[in-house]
């Protein structure tokens, strides 16, 4: 952890020192494909969550868009990690760009609600994308064992300014410059291709070629398990005869063995799989359901009266705590070189106080001022991504080498598995309808003018 500059312990010539070998060995290809791996994976997510209103249109509930892009890649995160590995990195690379790009184009070229078109074709690109992304993002995740701590620390911070560069993105095109819905689409169509280039043109592949890849140990499970058998039959050659019983033996034995060696592999796997619940996937699992129910279903309630904020009209609030939060979790995101905060449990504790907080906020009004509410939801971005980037660094750190390729890619449906039952709660549990009638049964229809 670098001291602060000017403190009774410090020197900004000892901080420039301390800084300077925290970023020692560093390697700027590495960091860039990293960065931008988790920009482009996470950032068509950002774009279709910002479009949800003009893909569905006003009498169709936004939670539909939510959850067409987070279930398919929970789906893919929870099953993937049990046999991507027989896939290269290579092919999946571009497998995932073909398939992100694919279902933007099909979002970008359906009609238009307005024009009579139905969503269905919509929600086929939206699964697409989402697919693509889930398996993205455990794959990147895996693929950071092979290149140290900074590919983690760049990872991290891409998939941070994915959320300020996504919304951003579709504002500025379809408000400021005044393009079409259609053509920011299809212009965002053509961003995977970036990771492709930073796979392929900026990302040395050196540490990847040296290591063996997770499909080896597979294929040597399988060759100890057979080899006995195996080796027998070829000492036997031609003078083996096709017909005879001990030879069909042997074969049936070597088959028998690789097959069950696939179901050990599994069942090895469903045993790793359950010790990382509890110190890894709950507590990031946890703070996701908390911070995205917040996002989705409370800050819509949090409204003052318009002449005590910087605001014209209610529907600035949402947007502006989206960007602040976003904001939050760019800073958070970014700062594992520089420090750690491995209470994983201790901070999904304060993100489910802070939801209970801003839930009172909405019913009662404890806080007089926006500008502490500002603060908060700045606040529960900051502890989002600390416990994101921690929880992987925790996984590298405490894993043993030999799992923890399979370990960060299985860790990665937590986020999925906590936004999806937020969506569920928020929909379902009628949070964000509830908080609305109360207030307006209390004199304040502000809710209502959004």
């Avoid at 933007?104 to 989402?130: E, F, H």
């Avoid at 937020?422 to 949070?431: A, N, P």
């Amino acid at each position: 952890m670098l001291p602060l500059p000017g403190s009774p312990s410090s020197s900004w010539a000892m901080f420039r020192a301390r800084l300077n070998a925290v970023f020692a060995g560093v390697d700027i290809r590495v960091c860039t494909a990293f960065w931008l791996f988790g920009l482009i994976n996470n950032v068509l997510y950002v774009i279709i969550l910002s479009a949800a209103l003009d893909l569905v249109g006003p009498n169709v509930p936004k939670a539909i868009v939510l959850l067409a892009d987070i279930i398919p890649s929970f789906i893919i995160k929870l099953c993937a990690p049990y046999f991507i590995h027989l896939v290269p990195y290579s092919f999946r690379i571009v497998l995932f760009a073909i398939i992100s790009s694919w279902g933007m184009l099909l979002i970008a070229l359906a009609p238009p609600y307005t024009d009579g078109g139905t969503i269905a074709t919509k929600m086929a690109g939206v699964v697409l994308a989402s697919l693509s992304s889930g398996a993205g993002e455990l794959s990147f995740l895996g693929l950071t064992h092979y290149y140290g701590p900074f590919s983690q620390a760049a990872w991290g911070s891409g998939t941070g300014a994915a959320g300020l560069i996504g919304a951003g993105y579709y504002s500025i095109t379809t408000t400021t410059m005044g393009l079409s819905v259609k053509a920011t689409l299809l212009a965002s169509s053509f961003l995977p291709l970036v990771m492709i280039m930073g796979f392929f043109l900026v990302l040395p592949r050196g540490p990847l070629r040296k290591t063996a890849p997770s499909k080896h140990r597979d294929e040597d499970l399988e060759h100890e398990e057979s080899n006995e058998d195996v080796q027998d039959w070829e000492d036997r050659g031609l003078l083996a005869d096709p017909l005879d019983q001990s030879t069909t033996s042997i074969r049936s034995s070597s088959s028998t063995r690789i097959h069950t060696s696939w179901q050990t592999r599994f069942l090895h796997d469903l045993r790793r799989s359950r010790r990382l619940i509890f110190p890894y996937i709950l507590p990031l699992m946890l703070v996701y359901f908390a911070e995205y129910l917040i996002n989705q279903s409370v800050t819509p309630t949090l409204l003052f009266p318009l002449n005590k904020t910087p605001f014209t009209e209610y529907r600035s609030f949402y947007p502006t705590y989206a960007t602040i939060y976003q904001l939050g979790v760019f800073v958070s995101r970014s700062s594992l070189p520089f420090i750690r905060v491995p209470y994983l449990y201790t901070m999904g504790t304060l993100q489910c106080l802070n939801l209970v907080l801003l839930i009172i906020q909405a019913l009662y009004t404890i806080f007089p001022s926006v500008y502490i509410v500002f603060a908060l939801i700045f606040w529960i971005g900051i502890l989002g991504g600390l416990v994101y980037v921690n929880t992987y660094a925790n996984v590298s750190d405490e894993v043993p080498e030999e799992e923890r390729e399979f370990a960060l890619g299985a860790v990665s449906v937590s986020d999925s598995a906590g936004i999806m039952l937020s969506g569920f709660v928020g929909v379902v549990g009628g949070v964000e309808e509830g908080l609305c009638a109360w207030q307006v049964g209390r004199g304040k229809d502000w809710c209502r003018k959004l």
